[in-house]
């Protein structure tokens, strides 16, 4: 094949493909066939940081200075974010190769993954959250809760665990619809979502029921936590037909975790704690 035929099979081709040169401000695009710049817009001539995410930026030229200097790949494709037309960011996986042209060149071949990313990161997340709340799951928040008991384990901070039920679900349920219902279980996640802490995690257990875990609780008095979370779901108002709305409130069971004890246990203590609120709400 003759370089000619080569340029425009490259040219050409539904894979995006750029050359490189590293000069003295880095590294730099010499040359890109039609696919890259439908893909990246205007990327000639451009120094490598116009093009590359912040985030990403130091992993690729990390990798492009290996490349230059003859190290030998896995020919795996690099997952990376660059800045495309329109100024939209796109994930692309790239492959990096020798031009031949020297030490300071390299080819880029490249897809657009955007789409296949984002539905891994969207299945990802269906598959560790609530989707009525949007909150994480069971599953999520015990993985969570075995990071932060090793995490206690090394610091000594041990962390805290409420146990939040609804109050009189079934009966909103039943008198209001279960529109009604779904809507007090998304307000009272919003509320223990809103008073929460960074490091803490809010999930919904199932049913009528939230798990919060009070990350680094230690030298947190426990009972001031569960005033502040008994406080932010108390009459949570839930809006129904007519500009009416109906107050509804969760009991909460909080207590401090017990690294001796599996977190079934100290769940189980949560939930007693937790009922014996219900049962005095009741009596009251």
Known sequence: MQDADFRRLVEGSPLATVL????????????ANRAA?????????RPLADLVHPDDLGDVVATLDRGAQGAQGDRTAHEWRWRGAAGREVTVEVLVGPAGTGRGSLWLSFWDATQRVERTRDLTHRATHDRLTGLPNRELFEDRW??????????????????????????????????????????IAERLAGVSRAGDTVARFGGDEFVVLLDAASEVD????????????????????GERSVPV????????????????????????????????????
């Not at 490189?20 to 040359?31: S, V």
């Not at 075995?146 to 039943?174: T, Y």
């Open 222 to 241: 426990p009972r001031s936590l569960a005033r502040r979370l008994r406080e932010t779901v108390r009459d949570v108002p839930v809006e129904l037909p």
């Open 249 to 284: 409130r969760c009991s909460v069971g909080l207590v401090q975790d017990d690294l001796t004890c599996s977190t079934a246990e100290v769940l189980a203590r949560a939930d007693r704690r937790m009922y014996e609120e219900k049962r005095r709400h009741r009596d009251g």
């Open 37 to 45: 710049l439908d893909l990246l817009g205007d990327a000639l001539q």
């Open 146 to 187: 075995e990071q932060a008991r090793s995490r206690a384990r090394r610091s000594g901070d041990v962390p805290a665990v409420a146990f939040c039920d609804v109050d009189d679900l079934k009966q909103l349920n039943d008198e209001h619809g279960h529109l009604a219902g779904d809507q007090a279980l998304v307000r």
């Open 20 to 31: 490189l040169d590293r000069g003295d401000h880095g590294w730099c695009t010499r040359w």
